[in-house]
Nanobody
Framework: QVQLVESGGGLVQAGGSLRLSCAAS????????MYWFRQAPGKEREFVAK????????YYTDSVKGRFTISRDNAKNTVYLQMNSLKPEDTAVYYC????????????WGQGTQVTVSS
């Protein structure tokens, strides 16, 4: 059973930074695609970033390009989301998710961590 546990959320002022972590357990993250999604109040969940664990390739939604960085630590089986230059519109619950079959939607989800950016 795969478990994903996020941490690192909190309250930060606009322009500040946070780093989210997502620790995977139950199987190695090798070969997976790891995702970060977010859901703001009253809005649908949206894609933020993804990382192909094997190649290290990364992709971002346009609104976070140049500000957010997704990365991995092989030894810790952990994926990170470094968020810089945060804006109030980045306020949301951030979810880590994983797919272990390339080309399929993420199957495993964490519980989410709240990020609040004050203006």
């Amino acid at each position: 059973q795969v478990q994903l546990v996020e941490s690192g959320g909190g309250l930060v002022q606009a322009g500040g930074s946070l780093r989210l972590s997502c620790a995977a357990s139950g199987r190695t993250a090798s070969g997976s695609v790891m995702y970060w999604f977010r859901q703001a109040p009253g809005k649908e969940r949206e894609f933020v970033a993804k990382l192909y664990w094997g190649s290290g390739s990364t992709y971002y939604t346009d609104s976070v390009k140049g500000r957010f960085t997704i990365s991995r630590d092989n030894a810790k089986n952990t994926v990170y989301l470094q968020m810089n230059s945060l804006k109030p519109e980045d306020t949301a619950v951030y979810y880590c998710s994983a797919s272990f079959t390339i080309g399929t939607p993420p199957r495993y989800w964490g519980q989410g961590t709240q990020v609040t950016v004050s203006s």
